[in-house]
């Protein structure tokens, strides 16, 4: 650690940088220090740090620990550095494709039922939080979610995912790939298998495909439809 009057740096490793140990401009830090009521002698240092490398510019969050009673004062101690490359704001986070302008009817109710975006909701966040096993079963949740609200209730999902098929509310291919997505959440519950990132984005793909031809897709043609009637 350098520490002079214009910048702050850090030694640590850059995966980005062919995996070698690099200068890190510390943008800002944050010293925890953990005393030892009621005395309040300082036991343990703990650093967390946003940072950037300045080779490649890529930004990192790294921690370390600093134990003052077993280091000489004048030595920098510092240890168990733990670097984390997956900052905020350098992971591509998914969006939601359905626009906000689509979740509102024109009267202003959603066109989306709440149980409906709320699985929906939270398998982005499971799949943008990095959390891939609950992601898979998140997106199971949410096809569960949209037959329920469709009163399909009896059977298995595989079921309920023809029944929509019988209904037309799917086409042949749609209900096929919906099948895949399926077999994708019930390995990950039940087999404790981690999808991969694509296999979910395939997966998210469909659902809102479905979500799209279901709630979404019916408003615009009736608006087209009035339109043309004038009403
Ligand atoms: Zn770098």
Same mark, same amino acid.
């Given at each position: !650690?350098?520490?002079?009057?214009?910048?702050?740096?850090?030694?640590?490793?850059?995966a980005?940088?062919?995996?070698?140990?690099?200068?890190?401009?510390?943008?800002?830090? @944050?010293?925890?220090?953990?005393?030892?009521?009621?005395?309040?002698?300082?036991m343990s240092?703990?650093?967390?740090?946003f940072?950037?490398?300045?080779?490649?510019?890529?930004?990192?969050?790294?921690?370390?620990?600093?134990?003052?009673?077993?280091?000489?004062?004048?030595?920098?101690?510092?240890?168990?550095?733990?670097?984390?490359?997956?900052?905020?704001?350098?992971? /591509?986070?998914?969006a /939601?494709?359905?626009s906000?302008?689509d979740?509102?009817?024109?009267?202003g109710?959603?066109?989306?039922? @709440?149980?409906?975006?709320?699985?929906?909701?939270?398998? =982005?966040?499971?799949?943008?939080?990095?959390?891939?096993?609950?992601?898979?079963?998140?997106?199971?949740?949410?096809?569960?979610?949209?037959?329920?609200?469709l009163?399909?209730?009896?059977?298995? =999902? +595989?079921?309920?995912i023809d029944?929509?098929?019988?209904?037309?509310?799917?086409?042949?291919? +749609?209900?096929?790939?919906?099948?895949?997505?399926?077999?994708?959440?019930?390995?990950?519950?039940?087999?404790l298998e981690?999808?991969?990132? +694509?296999?979910?984005?395939?997966?998210?793909?469909?659902?809102?495909?479905? !979500?799209?031809?279901?709630?979404?897709?019916? @408003?615009?043609?009736?608006r087209?439809?009035?339109?043309? +009637?004038?009403?």
């Amino acid at each position: !650690m350098s520490d002079n009057k214009t910048e702050k740096t850090i030694w640590v490793m850059c995966a980005s940088c062919g995996h070698n140990h690099r200068n890190h401009r510390v943008l800002h830090e @944050k010293v925890k220090r953990y005393t030892d009521e009621p005395y309040g002698a300082v036991m343990s240092i703990e650093y967390h740090r946003f940072v950037e490398c300045m080779g490649c510019e890529s930004l990192k969050y790294v921690t370390s620990t600093q134990d003052p009673l077993e280091h000489d004062p004048y030595e920098d101690g510092e240890r168990d550095f733990k670097v984390y490359s997956d900052a905020p704001g350098t992971v /591509a986070r998914r969006a /939601a494709s359905i626009s906000s302008d689509d979740l509102c009817g024109d009267d202003g109710t959603p066109l989306i039922p @709440k149980t409906v975006w709320k699985m929906y909701k939270e398998t =982005l966040d499971a799949l943008n939080g990095g959390i891939r096993t609950l992601s898979a079963g998140g997106l199971r949740a949410t096809v569960e979610a949209i037959c329920l609200n469709l009163g399909i209730t009896n059977g298995t =999902l +595989q079921q309920k995912i023809d029944e929509l098929a019988t209904q037309n509310l799917l086409t042949t291919p +749609q209900a096929a790939l919906l099948h895949e997505e399926r077999y994708l959440g019930n390995a990950a519950l039940h087999e404790l298998e981690t999808p991969s990132s +694509q296999a979910i984005e395939d997966g998210l793909g469909i659902v809102e495909g479905l !979500m799209n031809t279901i709630y979404i897709l019916p @408003k615009k043609a009736e608006r087209l439809r009035n339109l043309r +009637q004038g009403s």
